[in-house]
């Protein structure tokens, strides 16, 4: 019997958030939060999304009302929950004016953000708005934004001038000091329009860091004809994500929160030591194995950590590299942290792809690598784990895998990696070429790593990933 089309019989929460980027990741990790922080205490916390691009999700999620399923994997087994909190889906590109009056609209109290890392239009090296940006550029000239720094500085414009307090601007995304890159880049944008806005938002608005994690890969064809299969519902919006999940907050809100410490976040005043510990433990090594397992022919994340190679560099990073750079969080122990890590990233039941991790690999490295890489040698460690993971990556953006045939990088610098790659003599010049890409690499550490990571890429070449991996770890 064919599935019957997924549809929604609980009401969602009046409306209370506006969310930027609804895609998988807050759909499995903030949305059901929400929604379990409304069941708990109430509150008119309902969640209107927003995609700035594409219209796939809204396509998807407006026949179901917004509702879809959220399917958890865990190694013992799997659990299908349905998800209400979403009210509708609206699609900047089309209706920006519609986006703009809902975020202005005095029901809206939290704007709250998951539009990756190259979202926020600023240097990864320095957290501070591109200005040279093209959508950037536009967002100066255009009442009309494109930008989520651009709908922020515009709506808030729009409250401003009706007399509203602003919205507290969540954003949700892998960035160290995500509030802060946050309020930068919207402090730059509005100075660029109106000082006097600007200066408002600087006294009166609040952008609260946090720390996020759960692991959710893309949804994949088959997980919807699972889905179909497991429930009798067909749902083409599904979310597929790991049993464990964590968030992180700095309680700085402007005018109220779900009450999402009743089910299990910790609001707390420092999210700092939370967030190094997460971005430098899970979201370095994940890098770490996505451009090198890439390269060794590995399929998902759990295939690296079932090949002993993999696994004990994956060990030997945590202990030798990364924790002795960390200060841990209150009443944390980073080795529970990294054992925990090993079970998560081990788990068969996510199809997790090194490709999809690999994606804008010049807007993580910072946070993800190089932070670690220049705390290390600052302390006189040699890191030759992390200096391989970073020549892997320079061997990825230069599109051609081990087996010579081409790789789809995606990257917002990919074209110029490639360029800068393919322009280089010899292995030595191409690291010193990708090394020159001052987005990424500040200049004292560039030229530490010049003779390193040469030497690991060169290492690349003529061991292959799997080999040069297998070097590392003692
Ligand atoms: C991953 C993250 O795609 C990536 O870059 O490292 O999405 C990771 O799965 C999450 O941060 C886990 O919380």
């Not at 100066?140 to 934004?145: E, R, S």
Request: contains cysteine.
């Amino acid at each position: 019997m064919p599935a019957e089309r997924l549809t929604r019989v609980v009401d969602a929460p009046a409306q209370g958030i506006v969310h930027l980027g609804l895609g998988a990741f807050f759909r499995a990790h903030g949305a059901i939060y929400t929604a379990e922080a409304v069941a708990a205490s109430g509150g008119a916390w309902g969640i209107t999304g927003v995609s700035l691009q594409s219209p796939r999700v809204r396509d998807a999620l407006a026949p179901q009302g917004g509702t879809y399923i959220a399917l958890e994997l865990g190694p013992g087994g799997e659990i299908a929950r349905r998800v209400d909190v979403v009210r509708g889906v609206l699609v900047a590109r089309e209706d920006p004016e519609a986006v703009l009056d809902l975020m202005a609209d005095p029901a809206t109290r939290i704007v709250s953000l998951t539009v990756t890392e190259k979202g926020y239009c600023h240097e990864p090296a320095t957290g501070a708005l591109n200005l040279a940006h093209p959508d950037i550029q536009h967002d100066i000239a255009n009442p009309m934004p494109v930008s989520a720094p651009g709908f922020i500085v515009r709506a808030l414009a729009m409250r401003r001038a009706a007399g509203l307090a602003p919205f507290t601007v969540l954003t949700c995304d892998n960035l160290p000091n995500n509030g802060q890159v946050a309020k930068g880049v919207v402090l730059a944008l509005a100075g660029e329009i109106d000082p006097g806005l600007a200066a408002w938002i600087a006294a009166e608005g609040r952008f609260p860091s946090t720390m996020v994690d759960r692991i959710v890969p893309a949804t994949k064809p088959e997980d919807i004809a699972h889905i179909a299969e497991l429930t009798g519902l067909q749902d083409d919006a599904p979310v597929i994500h790991e049993p464990f999940r964590q968030w992180v907050i700095e309680d700085d809100f402007v005018d109220g929160r779900p009450d999402w410490g009743a089910v299990g976040a910790e609001l707390v005043a420092d999210v700092t030591p939370y967030e190094h510990m997460k971005l430098r433990m899970l979201n370095g090594t994940h890098s770490a194995l996505a451009y090198l397992g890439y390269l060794a022919s590995h399929e998902t994340i759990a295939d690296c950590m079932g090949d002993p190679v993999f696994a004990d560099f994956v060990e030997y990073l945590w202990r030798a590299e990364i924790i002795p750079s960390l200060a841990p969080p209150p009443g944390v122990s980073l080795a529970g942290y990294a054992e925990a890590l090993r079970a998560r990233f081990a788990n068969p039941a996510i199809r997790h792809r090194p490709w999809q991790i690999a994606m804008d690999g010049s807007q993580k490295l910072p946070q993800r690598l190089l932070g670690t890489l220049a705390d290390g040698l600052a302390a006189g460690r040699a890191m030759p784990g992390l200096m391989l993971a970073v020549a892997g990556w320079m061997r990825y953006v230069g599109g051609v895998d081990e087996l010579g045939r081409a790789i789809d990088v995606r990257d917002p610098l990919a074209a110029r990696l490639k360029a800068l790659s393919d322009g280089a003599a010899g292995l030595d010049g191409k690291v010193a070429a990708l090394l020159s890409v001052r987005e990424v690499f500040p200049e004292p550490l560039a030229a530490q790593l010049q003779a390193p990571v040469s030497a690991a890429y060169a290492a690349l070449y003529t061991e292959g990933a799997r080999a040069a991996v297998f070097d590392i770890t003692p």
